[in-house]
C-alpha cells in the first residue's frame, strides 16, 4: 500500500469519527489502567458491567488493595480469568502505592514494571490517558491490519512497529481507536460488512464482500 492510500484512509476515518474514544468507561486514569488489565480476552461491555459497581465502591489504589483478592473476585466474577487478573490487580495497587504515591506512571518501563501490565496494556494507557504515540495492537487492529494492507505483519509486534511508521504523523495519536472501532464493527473476522466500509475502495483485501 502507498503513502497517498494510506493517507487517504485515515482522512475518511477521521472524518467519519473526528473524536474517537475507548469504550471503556473510566473517571480517571487509575480506573482506566485496571479496566485495561481487565479487558484482555473479555469484552469491553463485560468489563464495564462489572467495573461500574466496583468503581462506585472502590476506585483508588488503597480502596481496591483495602478489598483484598477475595473482596476484588466478587466484583469482577463474570470476567474471564478474573482469578489471575483479581491478583495482578492487588498488587498492582499495592506497587503505585508503595512506588508511585498512588499515581498511575506516564511511561512504558514503569507501567509495564506493574504486575499484569503487558506491552499492549501500557500502549492503551500511554495513548489513552496521556495523548502520547503509542499502538495497542490487538486481535481487531492485527486482522483490519493485515486484511487491508495497511500495515501487515506476522505478529502483534511487528504489525505495532509497522503502524507507528506507516500512519501519518497528523492521525497517529487516533489511530489505535480508529482501527480497533473498524475492526469490531465494520471489518469483523468472519464476513467484513464492506458495503458499510468507507475505506473499501481503498481496501486491498482480496476477498471483499460485494458492494451494490
Known amino acids: 500500500m502507498n503513502r497517498e492510500k494510506r ?8 472524518a467519519e469519527n473526528p473524536n474517537p474514544v475507548t469504550e471503556l468507561e473510566y473517571s480517571s486514569t487509575f480506573e482506566l489502567l485496571i479496566s485495561v488489565i481487565l479487558s484482555a480476552q473479555a469484552t469491553d461491555v463485560g468489563v464495564n458491567k ?3 459497581k466496583l ?3 472502590a476506585n ?7 478489598l483484598g483478592v477475595d473482596g476484588l473476585k466478587s466484583y469482577i466474577k463474570s470476567i474471564g480469568l478474573f482469578n489471575t487478573k483479581a491478583e495482578n490487580i492487588i498488587k498492582t495497587c499495592a506497587a503505585l502505592i508503595e512506588r508511585h504515591d498512588s499515581v498511575v506512571p506516564d511511561t512504558r518501563e514503569a507501567l509495564e514494571a506493574l504486575p499484569g501490565v503487558g506491552r499492549k496494556t501500557a500502549n492503551v494507557v500511554l495513548n489513552t490517558a496521556f495523548r502520547q504515540a503509542a499502538m495497542a495492537v490487538d486481535t481487531h ?3 483490519v491490519s493485515n486484511r487491508t494492507g495497511i500495515a501487515p505483519g506476522k505478529n502483534v509486534l511487528e504489525v505495532e512497529k509497522r503502524l507507528m511508521r506507516m500512519v ?4 497517529l495519536l487516533d489511530a ?3 482501527l480497533i472501532l473498524h475492526g469490531r464493527y465494520i471489518c469483523i473476522s468472519r464476513k467484513p460488512r464492506c458495503a458499510a466500509c468507507v475505506i473499501y475502495d481503498l481496501c486491498e483485501y482480496r476477498q471483499k464482500t460485494p458492494v451494490d
Not at 60 to 66: H, V
Open 168 to 171: 501519518p504523523a497528523d492521525y
Open 55 to 57: 468503581y462506585r465502591d
Open 50 to 52: 462489572a467495573t461500574r
Open 60 to 66: 483508588t489504589p488503597a480502596a481496591i488493595l483495602a
Open 176 to 178: 489505535h481507536h480508529w
Open 7 to 14: 493517507l487517504e484512509i485515515f482522512r475518511r476515518l477521521h
Open 141 to 143: 487492529i492485527f486482522r
